[in-house]
């Protein structure tokens, strides 16, 4: 299998792993706070990223210059990126969430062409804009109303998704300068650090250490949060390196876009929603963007 092809297996995994984790981001906020979610999720991808490194007897060499180098990416994701996501999703539906988180191409697109020099051809744009209709399309004809949602949670998702924009151009360099493992490594132990440190600080001043680990005693709560830690914020933090450091950025950021095919189509099989017309539609739609961006897609040497 070539490198590129599995690089895109990787893009279409993430798209995957992260459609899927609105839906138990939702199960985790009925019962916990945004902030104990988070350092629950990192607690969970830390201890997995460690346990990974014992048996498969990695050992990583890393300097403070480097940890310094790698740090701003950190920052954008996992810290501000789901921050303003889970504090996002708090406030508006996964509905709204996605229409506006399909901006996240749009963003990449411009970005990777000022900092990067990757220049998009007219076919990418036209595609890249087919698969962002796509996503709009199916999301408005299932009943969501962007326009009515709530603003500071629309504010937050999308800053989220500017936050996801600036890690797809930032990670482009970095995924040729490092391993993979060194970066998901620095990338999930921040997360780990950053928000315990807020949550179990919180906590401590408020007196109510106790509610910290309440969440952990129900049983959905912990089937989500592994979900979360292990494969959305760990996997998805290794298979986007991945793919970046084989595909320009904004041909990874229109995979983001199947993330909100996945979201519905969860909907229909776990939650018995009802499969409509404008699903296939929009779904055909979305798949046609991306083929067609990453097919009249040209490879910048950067």
């Known amino acids: 299998m070539s490198e590129k092809r599995k690089a895109y297996i990787a893009a279409i995994s993430y798209a995957f792993i992260i459609g899927l984790s609105f839906m138990f981001v939702k199960v985790t906020l009925t019962v916990a706070s945004p902030t104990d979610i988070l350092a629950h999720r990192f607690t969970f991808a830390f201890i997995g990223i460690v346990i990974l490194m014992v048996f498969t007897k990695n050992k990583l060499t890393i300097k403070k210059y480097d940890l310094l180098k790698i740090l701003p990416l950190a920052i954008l994701y996992p810290i501000v990126f789901f921050t303003f996501q889970v504090l996002g999703l708090a406030k508006i539906s996964s509905s709204e969430a996605g229409i506006i988180q399909a901006t996240i191409p749009i963003f990449t697109l411009a970005l990777a062409g000022l900092l990067l ?103 959905d709560f912990v089937i989500a949060i592994l979900y979360l830690g292990l494969l959305s914020s760990l996997g998805t933090s290794y298979l986007s390196n991945y793919a970046l450091s084989k595909l320009e950025a904004s041909k990874m950021s229109v995979f983001s876009n199947f993330a909100t095919l996945i979201t519905i189509l969860a909907g229909v099989l776990f939650l018995q929603e009802v499969f409509h017309l404008y699903h296939f539609i929009g779904g055909i739609i979305i798949i046609i963007g991306v083929i067609g961006t990453n097919y009249f897609g040209q490879r910048q040497v950067v």
């Open 117 to 219: 020099k990757e220049k998009a051809t007219r076919g990418q744009l036209v595609f890249i804009s087919l698969s962002v209709l796509g996503v709009i399309y199916m999301l408005i004809m299932n009943g969501a109303n962007a326009t009515t949602g709530n603003v500071i949670g629309s504010g937050l998702i999308l800053l989220s998704a500017l936050a996801a924009s600036l890690y797809n151009v930032f990670a482009r360099r970095l995924t040729k300068q490092y391993s993979l493992l060194i970066l998901t490594y620095v990338m999930t132990l921040c997360g780990f650090v950053i928000f315990n440190g807020v949550a179990l600080g919180n906590h401590l001043m408020n007196g109510t250490i106790d509610e910290f680990f309440q969440p952990l005693t129900h049983v």
